[in-house]
């Protein structure tokens, strides 16, 4: 088949905020997130060193922050932050609901 059609909201939420979509969309080498965070939500500390794979953070609305290796990055509506493989990075949310969408590949 030449595409895959899903929508995020059919994908439980794992953490009460991330519809991981790889398995929905049938991706082979691409991660593919969309993030709904309630008030103050505050991620998981991690990063993808193992797997060699780069992230890009967008905020579609809301008001968050991405804390990278310890650095705050504000982010405004609109805004892509690109973080690398081996960088420990965690989403911070605001006082109000926010989405994300999150890009992943290697």
């Known amino acids: 088949m030449s595409h895959t059609r899903a929508n995020y909201r059919d ?14 969309l049938d991706t082979e080498n691409l991660g593919f997130t969309v993030v709904e965070a309630d008030p103050d ?29 310890g650095d705050e990055v504000k982010l405004n509506p609109g805004d892509a932050v690109r973080v690398s493989p081996d960088a420990e990075r965690q989403i911070r949310n ?3 609901e926010s989405r994300f969408v999150i890009v992943g590949a290697p």
Do not use: I, K, N, Q
Request: proline share 2%.
């Open 41 to 69: 939500w505050t991620g998981m500390e991690h990063d993808h060193a193992d797997e060699d794979h780069e992230e890009v953070y967008f905020l579609v609305e809301g008001e968050a922050s991405l804390v990278v290796e």
């Open 11 to 24: 994908v439980a939420a794992t953490a009460d905020a991330l519809h991981f979509m790889r398995e929905e």
């Open 94 to 96: 605001g006082p109000v």
